[in-house]
């Protein structure tokens, strides 16, 4: 229950996330009786009961905090089954299906839930989410999850290959989302199981080949505004940065004429002066807080690709 | 409550790919649509989906296959190898700008008139395939206005802007919808705004929290109006009781419990009837084309943007005209013949009767609103043309201990200095400051790759989770 | 000859840059006698002899530059007789090219020359290009701009279609590049126009259909690391931003009892504000420097694909 | 002049995709490659582009397809149609990370090692074909040690510093390529250089004016050294006749005409004798790993930061000894057992004998720098941990009007000053401040997709073109 909006205090069964440290979060089950340990020390689930969420704790080597889940920040924290679906592309495909409260959504597969919980926050509660699992232990994991997390209501978990079997919907969503490795071998399903009044459909692939297949097999079933798109996160890191300001002598000391007079070389001179201002610290240094991009970022999850099914166009 | 035809009264998206407007649509009505007038009488009672062609002023309905699918019969099968023996000349199509234009006048249909530009062509069957397909969308386009009609959406809408994206502080889809996911937003949340977009991040949140949320809008009281124009296009009047209104200059005075009791909400709620939406309607006559942020221009032509005073910059750029012109019947910018009838102006009409009670009534809304405020809120959402970091650093004593808070801003800058103000007040976990990168692509067989033009920015986004200052210890395990 | 580093004083039959304003430049061949119309009014060309690059001429209505041309210019200035290379992308191929001072190069199609000016500055004096040009105007038009600048003896421009008739190049260039609609057609001639020793090649294409080909007939034709690549600039333009400071009343100004007594709304109290502190201008106004990325970008120019035959592989 | 086989004393690149390593080839020598001995007698008299295993410490030439095409044999052909199947266990593989280990002591090959993993993976044979590709490509990297051996390039020297781009300031070979052409550098010309990129620009820079140009190195004289390890990994001391070392301290000692005569240089070309490009070799002892821009750390770490002196900031970071293990023969990393003798080395022994002699030469090397520069320069690079825009604005007197300037930043921030300067100081055209967005693609049948991890930023270049401040103007025509 712990993901709904009206939920400040930790209950008994709800799911915590202890943060321990920038995107590092541990999901927590609250039990009565149970302790957790974390790199700070153990947690006595007990303790963590009627606290508010957003409370620091106190552990015997540092702080943690009881954060309420939210579908990002499960994203970041839940276990892995598969890959899965991160924020940036998370968020287009909840805005591009044109999903709010009551959507009905088709989701194919249901993966490691990533994306579930952002749809079902969305749709939720009268909204309903079925979802589609090939993988047995899979689906029944994410059963459990979801009905752990408060949405039972709301969804359904199938145990299904939709590429073999169909979705077995006729006309009910509104939308229908797509992670399938051949998602064009189940678009005409997919495409009995939108509402009479049409909806929208995305496709997520890794490979560009995937892509083409799909957006041919759309065309040929009358979707219409296909568009293919990519989406990347930059984050940026601030940083406290400093570069080393260069010496210049001012016009005087040039002509000194007692340097000139003893023939020191320019170079000798030169060398006397970084160890003196050196010893100044921070002086020589020109400081400024710079945004800088993470060296390292993903630089392709998929491409999603988004079309609509016009009343028009249904049968 | 969804009607599947289109009704008198309807907000309706005419839409294309990449290209959308709306209009109310209403009987014996005129709107623009691309300098060209056009009957809307004959959408009502058509089914959401279906698709026109513009045909004399007429809108004509199109059967079978949609707009983008319009073949162009035999022509593109007769092509060249490659462009080796083109000459680039304006002697190689024989029909004149004149001869186009009076077969418009005659009221030739686009595609006869693409047909014609094809036959007097010199060049048009020497070209390669892909130079023919590039040659025929682009007249296309130009030559048949069709268009589907769509019950309008936050994703629709968005279109509206690609012309003036400045008008929505240059907010892309990727950042938009990222802002909805990190501001937490639901069924029932209780979320303070600010922004400065037309309305469109108010009416997305507003369509995420359902009827039993509320939104309260904070309004900076050095600020002549806020403009809500979106809120029409979405047709959201019904939900207005959901959205308050409260100036940013009397948060302060919420710490004050003599001023403002911490009064029930639900009481007042009792007493709210539902037109009572208007009350906020005072922020919402005058519609704002300006844009701060634009009235720092490149270095090179600074000191025109420098003599601008801010009433000035406030008063809009020189895009604006031709904008307004294409938004048809939205705001300000009421085309020439048609009854002025919007939303928004039927508001101003029903102010007016009994000032005294208005008044009345937005006093009740904004001590409400004050209420909503001091019991806290599950979300802040920043995007809008004001300094974000003063605001957000006011607003942080009102939200819950791990709230989730998103400022957007077109500049990098503005967000640089709110999260050193967060980090340094120790004020929020998992801060991320992040921009997107967002790509389209051209899917087709043997010409697939990333669109030709992109967006070069959609603005940058700054997350956190709000945190408890103060660690509550608890006995370590022995 | 304008583009030889030793060249500082505008000669007759100089290519020089009449720059008018940001990325607007107007090359010219300086001719005695001859005048040429600007925006800002008329340039005699007698003017313009002898005088140093970068010289500030004042015309009748504004002043113009005179500069240098530079490869980099020259892509900003040229005739367009063919969609063009951009610096980007030239800079990118120059480099993973391996191409320095006496490199030999083979380059299909030339187009307008945008790249070839720059791969000839960098293989000058004693390197060579032989550029190829399936279209008979455009190789004249460029053979005549090569030799006005001074590139003559650098340079062999072909008049063919080396995807039909190949390079009839025998083991004797660097490096290889192609800009052509079926690059595939002619990775063996390229093969064979390579030094014993082995080189560099490099396949520009916008699309991703054609990479793949390419890349196919590239590891059939025993060419090792290769690597495709896309490069895209993105410029900032500097901004004085402001963004309105919102007013917040001090604690002291709240609680005035006379407002609290006269009932006056607080919103009726807060409108009278605004137009008060927007008399003072600009005082409530955040001033900053900002870096913003120009809105429109290209989004994409073509890929690159670079692959090395090393001497093991050249038979 | 260049061979086509490997000689003794030739500094060699081993290279596979994405990865280089440079090590100079002497007769009974041992290098650590991937924390392996490694004996490189064998390559003395191979023709380059040679490829080779390494077995057991020793190279083992690989005839006919390269190790990149290396074919696996039938076990790819069996797969299955998708994952669903499979459980993500430990216990999939039966092979330990012991008996692989024994393996490699008993000297299988990787290949061999790679198909008993196969045949004893339990879940192999149930994979997509594509999961299967994807586990081969990370067995195979890891357990065959396969490479190229080149002739170093700097395309080839830029991949060595991809796990420590610190040491180059970030720059990347969009960046770096871009640096080089905005330059306008050519044969011939006359450049000025500020750079803290292990003499990466410098060597550069170097290879493109050829042997008719000049480039002058400015060095901060409160900077103990500067490192040009690169010119050693390219070979470069045969061009040391054309790198000057300057002072920026006595920049302004230029503008005084008593201290710095205008020589002819030409004639001190001729008293100049070839190893005189040991003069500049003062520079070129000590090896700096420190990187002033990394003194700036996350907010989060800042305490640590902010108390490191600006000595130690100096001495490098944390990451410096894992890459100095890999240099191999370069610098201060001397693998063990081997003979002290890189170039570098071998500079300093020779400055020994002499020390007056010696200084004479640096003393005279350095008018004649003076000399270039008062002369005035076609371009100027800035690519170092230096604050630029002082830099930049001293130097701008020294440039012909129309010549090229390009500076080169790891952050966004200290070019946006610069900009401004030149802009203020109307000093210059064309003024353009970009970033690059560099992708790299897997393009494979049936898997084609941009690469799964990329570079979030090459640094920042700003660039422009010096102009004349004060107009001639000429009669408007009559």
């Not at chain 1, 359904?156 to 077995?168: M, P, S």
């Not at chain 2, 403009?227 to 948060?251: H, I, T």
């Not at chain 2, 809304?365 to 006011?394: F, H, W």
């Amino acid at each position: 229950m712990s993901f709904n909006a009206n939920k400040h205090n930790v209950g008994c069964g709800d799911t915590v996330l202890l943060y321990v440290g920038y995107d590092n979060m541990l999901p927590v089950v609250v039990e009565k009786g149970k302790t957790h340990q974390t790199k700070f020390g153990a947690v006595k689930h007990d303790d963590l009961i009627g606290k508010q969420f957003g409370t620091r704790l106190q552990c015997p080597r540092g702080w943690i905090y009881l954060l309420r889940p939210t579908p990002e920040l499960w994203t970041l924290s839940l276990p892995h089954r598969t890959q899965i679906l991160y924020t940036t592309d998370i968020s287009m495909v909840i805005f591009q299906l044109d999903l709010r409260p009551g959507s009905i959504v088709a989701e194919a597969g249901t993966g490691s839930g990533s994306l579930s919980h952002a749809i079902l926050r969305t749709i939720a509660p009268k909204g309903h989410l079925h979802t589609f699992e090939f993988h047995k232990e899979r689906s029944e994991k994410a059963r459990e999850e979801f009905h752990l997390h408060g949405h039972a209501q709301c969804v359904t978990v199938t145990h299904r290959d939709v590429c073999g079997e169909g979705f077995q919907l006729e006309h009910t969503v509104d939308a229908v989302f797509l992670d399938l490795p051949k998602p064009w071998e189940c678009i005409l399903s997919a495409k009995r199981a939108m509402k009479k009044q049409g909806g929208r459909i995305c496709s997520f692939s890794p490979c560009i080949e995937q892509v083409q297949r799909t957006c041919e097999e759309l065309s040929a079933k009358k979707f219409t505004d296909i568009v293919t798109m990519e989406c990347l996160a930059r984050h940026f890191n601030l940083q406290y940065a400093k570069l080393q300001n260069v010496s210049f002598k001012t016009i005087d000391e040039t002509i000194d004429p007692q340097a000139e007079a003893d023939s020191e070389p320019p170079v000798k001179k030169a060398n006397v002066t970084p160890s003196s201002r050196d010893r100044r610290g921070d002086s020589d240094m020109h400081h400024f807080t710079s945004a800088v991009p993470a060296i390292n970022m993903p630089g392709h999850t998929g491409f999603l690709t988004f079309a609509t099914l016009t009343s028009n166009d249904v049968n | 409550m969804e009607h599947d035809h289109v009704e008198d009264g309807d907000q309706v998206v005419f839409h294309r790919e990449g290209w959308s407007r709306v209009f109310q649509i209403r009987r014996k009505r005129q709107v623009y649509l691309d300098k060209t007038k056009l009957d809307v009488d004959a959408l009502i009672g058509q089914p959401y989906g279906s698709t026109f062609e513009v045909d004399r002023g007429k809108l004509v309905k199109i059967e079978g296959p949609a707009a983008s699918e319009l073949s162009l019969g035999e022509t593109s099968s007769d092509t060249g190898t490659d462009n080796r023996n083109l000459l680039d000349l304006d002697s190689n199509q024989k029909m004149s700008k004149e001869d186009i234009m009076k077969m418009k006048y005659d009221g030739i249909t686009g595609q006869k008139i693409i047909e014609e530009l094809i036959e007097n062509s010199e060049t048009f069957k020497m070209k390669t395939e892909f130079s023919q397909a590039k040659y025929l969308k682009k007249k296309k386009k130009k030559h048949i206005p069709v268009f589907t009609v769509m019950r309008p959406t936050p994703r629709l809408v968005l279109d509206i802007f690609s012309k003036d994206p400045s008008k929505i502080c240059y907010l892309r889809a990727d950042s938009l919808s990222q802002l909805l996911s990190y501001s937490n937003v639901m069924y029932g949340s209780k979320v303070a705004v600010v922004e400065t977009c037309q309305g469109l991040v108010l009416s997305c949140l507003l369509q995420r929290i359902g009827e039993a949320g509320k939104i309260v809008q904070l309004i900076p009281s050095n600020t002549n109006a806020v403009c809500r124009q979106v809120m029409d296009y979405l047709g959201f009047a019904k939900f207005m009781e959901n959205v308050y209104s409260f100036p940013l200059d009397e948060l302060s005075s919420l710490k004050d419990d003599r001023s403002f009791p911490s009064l029930n909400s639900k009481y007042y709620d009792k007493i709210e009837t539902n037109e009572d939406g208007v009350s906020s309607g005072q922020y919402n006559i005058t519609v704002s084309n300006g844009s701060f942020c634009d009235g720092g221009e490149s270095l090179t032509s600074n000191e025109n943007a420098e003599a601008q005073g801010s009433d000035e910059a406030f008063d809009g750029e020189s895009v604006a005209p031709d904008l307004t012109e294409e938004y048809g019947d939205c705001g300000n910018a009421e085309t020439e013949g048609a009854k002025i009838d919007s939303g928004m102006q039927m508001e101003v009409k029903k102010l007016g009767p009994n000032r005294e009670l208005q008044r009345q009534r937005r006093e009740k809304r904004q001590k409400e609103a004050g209420t909503i405020i001091t019991e806290k809120l599950d979300s802040l959402v920043i995007a809008c043309k004001y300094n974000p970091t003063p605001i957000l650093m006011q607003m942080l004593s009102y939200l819950h201990p791990s709230s989730s808070v998103v400022v957007y801003c077109q500049h990098l800058e503005p967000l640089v200095e709110c999260y050193t103000s967060v980090k340094d007040n120790h004020a929020g976990l998992q801060l991320k400051l992040s921009e997107t990168w967002f790509r389209e692509y051209q899917i087709l067989p043997q010409r697939t790759h990333p669109k030709i033009n992109m967006s070069g920015t959609g603005g940058y986004l700054f997350t956190f989770i709000t945190s408890q200052s103060n660690s509550e210890s608890f006995a370590p395990q022995s």
